[in-house]
């Protein structure tokens, strides 16, 4: 799987903020865990959707997976916050 979305927010309404976040497969976990629970606080703190993805197009740099994690997003998110 490329990606996964936590709801901050009880109120999918209320979440009108996402945290947008891309990493590689080959995180050491200990380390991947730490940014998934930084980005999780902070998205209970705010009320906002939390999406990780992951590299989503292996043939080419992992930055390029910023703009397709964003095209996806913004489909469904009108704020983004990149983190």
Request: proline content about 5%; glycine content about 2%.
């Amino acid at each position: 799987p490329y990606s996964f979305c936590f709801q901050g927010s009880s109120d999918p309404r209320q979440a009108d903020l996402t945290i947008v976040t891309v990493t590689s497969h080959h995180l050491r976990p200990d380390i991947l865990a730490c940014i998934r629970m930084n980005r999780l606080l902070a998205s209970l703190e705010h009320g906002a959707r939390y999406c990780h993805f992951y590299t989503m197009d292996p043939t080419r740099a992992i930055h390029w997976s910023k703009i397709l994690a964003l095209k996806q997003v913004l489909m469904v998110s009108k704020n983004v916050l990149w983190l």
